[in-house]
């Protein structure tokens, strides 16, 4: 109150005028305060951890978080995939959208396995652009995006983030469970209830924002955003090039080609 009061008269000379000696508003000090609190404060929840994977769909989100004008804390996990050239491009996409931060958490998931990601013994499918589509297929890694977004959620929190962006998808293929909208929903709630900094009033948002993108569709807001997709990897394989021929590759490249783009990414 007592900054309400003001400083007229109060022996603090020429602090109540501007640089350009007009007399400043008596509130002045009290409403710099507060537009310096309100700046920290939108500075902080300007801030987001972008879950990078080293893929398309991951580099895209990153980017869409980017223009939204977020300062990105990019967060990989080496989770005992099949191959280490994913973390390698998500390291590339990261350095190249100017992030913060990035870290790559160690969480050998091979310990549970149940995936042909995290299990050399189950075969990556190759069944065609006309298979995908149907079962949820053996690439499906067992609750990883909650475990990812607890991770996430987390790192979010320590670094004072307002959102996460996560670059999951419920069209084109797979059926995983952990990408559907209501999935979303029900992490959202969580997220609610699980942080200190959520009942102090500073909730973490999820954010999902090509959810509903056709891969097409996805590849254009990348290329209209200007998002690294060179340096991204989708196949399932650490070949030198892409196979062309599992699931992610497919996908990619139909992507690719009824956007009308060429894939910046080298085939076998
Ligand atoms: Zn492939």
Redesign the pocket.
């Known amino acids: 109150m007592k900054l309400k009061g003001g400083n007229r008269g109060s022996g603090s000379g020429n602090r109540e005028f501007g640089i350009r000696g007009e007399r400043r508003n008596p509130h002045s000090a009290f409403y710099n305060l507060q537009s310096t609190i309100y700046n920290q404060q939108s500075t902080i929840n300007k801030r987001a951890v972008c879950l990078i994977s080293g893929g398309l769909d991951s580099c895209v989100t990153a980017a869409i978080a980017k223009k939204r004008g977020y300062e990105i804390y990019a967060l990989s996990f080496d989770y005992g995939q099949r191959h280490k050239k994913e973390l390698e491009s998500a390291k590339a996409v990261a350095k190249a959208l100017r992030a913060a931060g990035h870290k790559t958490i160690k969480l050998d998931l091979r310990q549970i396995g149940g995936s042909a990601l995290t299990d050399s013994k189950i075969g990556v499918p190759e069944r065609g652009a006309e298979g995908i589509g149907g079962d949820i297929p053996a690439t499906y890694v067992p609750a990883r995006n909650t475990i990812f977004l607890s991770v996430a959620l987390g790192y979010a929190e320590v670094v004072g983030a307002g959102a996460i962006f996560i670059g999951a998808n419920d069209q084109d293929y797979s059926g995983y469970p952990d990408c559907r909208p209501e999935y979303f929903g029900a992490f959202r709630k969580l997220a609610r209830l699980a942080t200190k900094c959520s009942v102090e009033g500073r909730p973490i948002k999820i954010e999902t924002p090509i959810i509903h993108l056709k891969k097409k569709d996805i590849v254009r807001k990348g290329m209209e955003l200007g998002a690294p997709l060179h340096l991204t990897w ?4 650490g070949g030198k090039k ?5 699931d ?2 497919l996908l990619r490249l139909k992507g690719f080609k009824e956007a009308g783009i060429k894939d910046p990414v080298e085939y076998e």
Do not use: N, Q, V
């Not at 892409?242 to 599992?246: I, L, P, Q, R, V």
């Open positions: 989708s196949c399932y394989k892409a196979c062309g021929k599992c992610s590759c």
